[in-house]
């Protein structure tokens, strides 16, 4: 490949990444299961103390059951999406949280981003559009982040069709 080739290949080339949002960092989750277990002990005993012992295991269940439902979002978290734009490729990668890959590949040239408002409170989806096929990316994202990709997608698609040329 020449100079002039490659130069040409990397103006058009573009990548990115798609993580969910995820506002408690494990620090925090540590330090909120504790709060939450210590709270729970000490009133757990306290309704021991006048009586109401089985009450004890309710508390012990209700932390259990926070705690797993933390630990299901936070697994639910590592799903992410990746998108490769170059002059010859689109790349789509979703990876599931248990480790699979989905890949779609599609041409750029025909590839069309469309942002569609799907619900009457105003949420939106996002899908690309190329020969035939639909591909839904970007469910995690909210409204405002899928908009923002939208444009960014659709100049990452126009760059890599002026660089084919």
């Keep these: 490949m020449t100079e002039r080739e490659a130069e040409k290949q ?5 990548q990115f990444v798609l993580h969910p949002h995820r506002s408690l960092s494990s620090h925090g989750f540590l330090i909120l299961m504790t709060v939450l277990g210590v709270v729970s002990f000490i009133a757990g005993v306290a309704f021991c103390m006048i009586g109401a012992w089985p009450v004890m295991g309710f508390f012990g269940l209700d932390v259990a059951l926070i705690y797993w439902a933390f630990k299901a979002n936070y697994r639910a978290g590592r799903l992410y999406e990746t998108v490769d734009v170059t002059p010859d490729v689109l790349k789509l990668t979703r990876v599931q949280p ?17 942002l569609t408002t799907d619900h009457p409170d105003g949420r939106t989806s996002l899908r690309i559009i190329a020969q035939g096929r639909e591909l839904l990316i970007g469910k995690f994202l909210t409204d405002d982040e899928r908009r923002d990709f939208a444009s ?13 040329f």
């Design 10 to 14: 990397s103006r058009g080339t573009s």
């Design 98 to 114: 248990d480790g699979r890959t989905e890949t779609s590949e599609l041409n750029p040239y025909w590839a069309r981003v469309s």
């Design 152 to 164: 960014a997608l659709t100049g990452a698609l126009q760059a890599a069709r002026v660089a084919q």
